[in-house]
């Protein structure tokens, strides 16, 4: 290319003669650079998402372990009206027994439960008067929930549910789409029938009832709604189906050795037992009777004097056990 050369030194005569074309570099990535750049993106995010997911769960198990807390102290507070904790449902034919109990709601009244008894003291007074009321006939004569309440047990309550649970609605899809909680009564071990925890049928424990201390002793135990991928899992070999609970009462059921007439564990939880481990056990229907919950390994419990801890699923069993029990005389420190 022909172009006008600077003069050489000490002549200021420009001539026309032959001399490279510099051409500046073009702005951008090569693909080299490009490539490299994702890839330093790829492990970045790599390493952050995992923080990410953990401050999540932190911030939603913080949000669990408050409402915990706040059940713990409404639980304290009605003792201190009623002067007995809450049952943890009740029943007019508690007998678990097939020949006397029976699917009908006269036999049933009122299967409301423990956490419907605390409605005033967890800001929902509105709902318990419009509650009372409908299973109150005009005669003062009360009645099974199920069917006269059966829109207000529909009131999604954030109070008993867990932010961690899988299912992130506030009504129990596999509990007929009733309000769902995620905290169960401590009713005991290994079954309905033991009744050694602190709210079950018709129970009336005091704190004077809980000779092993009250800061010994689970009240309140999580129950999530997830299930195992799979079809394989640690309930027995099947994957783990959790149910949560329901936070208005026990429904209805055809009446079986476990079940006076309803089903307990839409509101009560045992656990101790081999079949009721934390997040496990070994047999399939475990889950619809013990605990569990989304927090990794293991699940939030609270006490009878309103504090609440974390227990791990490998927890020893013997220590699980003594935890769920009000009176055993053994007392164990929460690991």
């Known amino acids: ?56 769960e932190s911030s939603r198990r913080s949000g669990c372990s408050n ?59 509105s709902l318990n008067d419009r509650l009372i009321a409908a299973t109150t006939a005009s005669d003062g004569t009360r009645l099974n929930w199920q069917s006269p309440a059966d829109a207000l047990a529909r009131t999604p309550l954030k109070a008993f549910v867990c932010p961690s649970d899988s299912d992130t609605g506030l ?37 004077q009832d809980i000779l092993d201390g009250t800061s010994k002793t689970v009240i309140v135990a999580e129950r999530s709604t997830s299930r195992e991928a799979g079809s394989t899992g640690r309930c027995g070999g099947s994957a783990c189906n959790w149910g949560g609970g329901l936070w208005v009462g026990a429904r209805l059921t055809t009446p079986q050795g476990w079940f006076p007439g309803v089903i307990p564990g839409d509101v009560e939880s045992y656990g101790g037992a081999s079949t009721t481990l934390i997040n496990a056990g070994t047999a399939s229907w475990g889950a619809d009777w013990g605990n569990s919950s989304n927090h990794p390994n293991g699940m939030l419990v609270g006490f009878a004097d309103g504090s609440v801890a974390f227990l791990g699923d490998t927890i020893l069993t013997d220590t699980y056990v003594r935890l769920r029990r009000r009176n055993d005389g053994l007392v164990v420190n929460i690991p």
Not at 8 to 29: K, T
Not at 91 to 106: E, L, M, R
């Open 1 to 56: 290319m022909i172009s006008t050369c600077p003069p050489s030194f000490g002549s200021s005569v420009r001539i026309a003669c032959a001399c490279p074309s510099y051409r500046r570099r073009q702005g951008g990535f090569t693909l080299v650079e490009l490539l490299v750049v994702i890839a330093i993106i790829g492990v970045l995010i790599g390493l952050l998402l995992p923080a990410v997911q953990a401050a999540r």
């Open 171 to 207: 009504l129990n899809s596999k509990r007929s789409n009733y309000g769902k909680t995620n905290y169960l009564a401590n009713a005991g071990n290994g079954a309905a029938v033991d009744r050694v925890g602190v709210m079950f049928i018709n129970s009336r424990i005091r704190i």
């Open 67 to 125: 409402n915990l807390k706040q059940i713990g102290l409404a639980l304290l507070t009605f003792h201190d009206a009623m002067k007995v904790f809450p049952s943890s449902f009740e029943d007019n034919q508690p007998a678990y027994n097939n020949a006397i109990g029976s699917a009908s709601p006269a036999d049933n009244i009122t299967a409301l439960s423990w956490s419907s008894r605390l409605l005033p003291y967890v800001e929902e007074s």
